[in-house]
């Protein structure tokens, strides 16, 4: 025994004193890197590569930002993440939500996720420190020519560059946040290239090499264990480094690095996204966010005529269409897997994260496929279009609403018209991603609306930065499935808030979609491990009046507690005869069923619409216990005439 013991104490040593060598080692690296900087800064000019943006349109858009939102801006009164800014320029290091405060140490010993149960919140610092609000207050001064807001930028660019000091600090904790900051920082100066300070562009450059560099030496294609993670994976973070190189090495024209990022996002593609455009992540939001990464590249390629290949151009595409598809009548996307709110720009002046309309809008442009077009309105609205001089929509009656749409390798079922919406999750045919990190339990949950109303909803993602938040928000109840005895159909580990022992093996047992008319029947099997011998799962859904039937066939010889969860976003639900009335926006649903329940619950309840942000709502729970079950239980949802 005391041999184990010396030989335990003594691994523990060797571990902790190999550690403090890697990091010693890495911090030579850094002075290495920070002399091959200053050397390759020497030859650099003090104005580098332009993107020869046409600011035609931007200069004569008057309308599109107010005086308002640009007073706000300047003094940080605007919402990030469910938090204001305290001032502007803010505290780059400051979790305003914990009130705490990041170090400024060397990046390797900052650990971001070492403080899950602190509630310490590393997204707040590195949201702030994305520098997106910079575009909004660069597009306005090319508008009015305000010396104020000028100088404003200058002092915003200059404070983050003095107060967060290469590969040192929270916001140099992390590839794919150094790759969206270089990203912004970029399209500002390009924005402001002949007013901006001369000094100040020379720091700016400085700055990106730095970007540069970080991004090249910490590259995220796995996370390792010191930074917090057991294992291994690969995942969206490399793309958003990737990226943010691509867009750093165009501007100081390194043709090798670019090809080389090029060829490293096309890799990236193939093996993230399924063939059908869907993203591997189990999460509709992170898809979102990804797609973006490869919309902005196509970008790239369509100003500077970077050399892409067709089949690149074509899975982007591939992805456009399966996004577009997605896509609700009221622009937003459904909340399956985990929410961020992330996105590297500002498409439009204020960070109205919910309405993703404009990526489409962009991917049609840079795309060249008039197909891709969804706005309710001009592309124009989005700053990046009217660079590209896009002046208005293209738009055909029915080019938003695909009314039939299986996705089976993400695994999402849409039936949807301009006005409803049906979005089944099935979870996905093949798991790349073994450890699931976006996932939830939301196997075949659901989200309806009806009359451009959102009647059930998934509950979403509050925080990363709670693991008894974050595991709430993973876990069945808060998504609109059947439970059986607490029994979560992926186990949730405690103290790893990006892991998740992902199980289910979802199979569409019945599809058929004629007229308007979807019928669907699907199961996971995961409840067989409790003793279930059978669990379907049936939608029957009028996409032409929004009318939903959900019937769940349960099989047992056993006894089982369980409950049905349904999440509404309504502002009043109460119980009315023989069904429970659901009013939205002065508009009524029910919610009925004629099976008996030992009870029926209907309970306020916190809904996550996005990162940060609490909304109310209400939770309807139907609940049986202790039973030994043979049969169907069928709801039934649709308007109130």
């Known amino acids: 025994m005391i041999r184990i013991i010396t030989y335990a104490f003594a691994w523990r040593v060797l571990q902790k004193v190999s550690n403090q060598l890697y990091i010693k080692l890495r911090y030579l690296q850094f002075l290495d890197i920070k002399r091959r900087v200053n050397k390759i800064y020497s030859r650099i000019p003090s104005k580098s590569s332009s993107f020869n943006l046409d600011l035609s349109l931007l200069i004569n858009d008057n309308k599109s930002i107010s005086d308002e939102a640009i007073a706000k801006i300047l003094k940080g009164d605007f919402h990030l993440l469910g938090k204001n800014l305290e001032s502007m320029p803010p505290d780059w290091h400051l979790d305003g939500h914990s009130g705490k405060k990041w170090e400024i140490d060397f990046h390797e010993n900052i650990k971001p996720f070492s403080t899950i149960n602190d509630r310490w919140d590393k997204k707040i610092p590195w949201e702030k420190s994305r520098l997106q609000f910079l575009i909004p207050l660069s597009r306005k001064y090319l508008i009015n020519k305000d010396k104020k807001i000028l100088i404003a930028i200058e002092n915003i660019l200059s404070d983050w560059i003095d107060k967060n000091p290469p590969f040192y600090g929270i916001n140099w904790a992390n590839s794919m946040e150094v790759g969206v900051r270089a990203i912004n920082i970029i399209f500002c100066i390009q924005l402001l290239s002949e007013v901006l300070n001369k000094e100040l562009f020379s720091k700016i450059n400085k700055s990106l090499l730095y970007h540069l560099f970080y991004i090249e030496v910490n590259p995220e294609i796995d996370f390792k264990i010191n930074k917090g993670f057991i294992n291994t994976v690969r995942n969206n973070h490399f793309i958003f480094g990737c990226t943010g190189a691509l867009y750093v090495s165009t501007y100081f024209n390194y043709s090798n690095k670019m090809t080389k990022y090029i060829s490293l996002l096309e890799n990236e593609l193939d093996f993230q996204f399924y063939d059908d455009g869907g993203n591997f992540e189990h999460s509709i939001p992170y898809h979102y966010f990804t797609f973006e990464a490869f919309v902005m590249v196509a970008f790239l390629h369509k100003i500077k005529k970077i050399s892409i290949n067709n089949k690149f151009l074509k899975s982007i595409e591939n992805i456009a269409i399966f996004t577009k598809s997605i896509i609700k009548p009221n622009g937003s996307i459904p909340k ?110 659901f989200e309806l609306s009806i009359n451009n109303n959102v009647v059930f909803t998934n509950k979403g993602t509050l925080t990363y930065a709670d693991i008894n938040n974050r595991n709430k928000a993973r876990e069945s109840s808060s998504h609109n499935v059947c439970v059986i005895d607490n029994h979560e159909i992926n186990t949730l580990l405690e103290n790893q808030p990006f892991y998740l022992d992902y199980m289910v093996n979802p199979i569409i047992e019945k599809y058929e979609n004629k007229n308007g008319l979807l019928k669907i029947t699907c199961s996971h099997g995961v409840f067989n491990n409790i003793g279930i011998q059978k669990y379907d799962r049936s939608f029957n859904y009028n996409n032409n009046n929004g009318d939903c039937t959900i019937t769940d066939i349960l099989e047992s010889n056993n006894q089982n507690n369980i409950q049905w969860y349904f999440h509404t976003p309504s502002s009043d639900v109460i119980l009315q005869d023989d069904r429970i009335i659901i009013t939205i926006q002065n508009k009524k649903y029910y919610l009925r069923t004629e099976n008996s329940f030992d009870n029926i619950s209907i309970t306020s309840t916190l809904l996550w619409p996005e990162y940060g942000v609490e909304e109310k709502g209400y939770l309807i729970c139907f609940s049986l216990n202790d039973v030994i079950h043979k049969n169907s239980y069928s709801f039934k949802i649709g308007s109130v005439n």
Not at 367 to 388: A, E, R, V
Not at 400 to 416: P, Q
Not at 422 to 439: C, D
């Open 336 to 445: 399956f897997g985990d929410n961020d709110s992330g996105c590297i720009v500002w498409h439009y002046d204020s960070p109205n994260l919910s309405i993703k309309y404009h990526l489409l809008d962009l991917a049609a442009t840079v795309l060249d496929n008039d197909d891709l077009y969804c706005s309710t309105s001009s592309p124009s609205d989005s700053w990046l279009c009217k660079i590209l001089k896009k002046k208005k929509s293209i738009l055909d009656n029915d080019n938003l609403n695909n009314k039939d749409f299986l996705n089976k390798d993400f695994g999402i079922v849409i039936s949807k018209t301009d006005r409803n919406y049906l979005a089944i999750y099935l979870g996905p045919q093949e798991n790349r991603n073994l450890t699931a990190g976006h996932a939830h339990n939301d196997c075949m949950s």
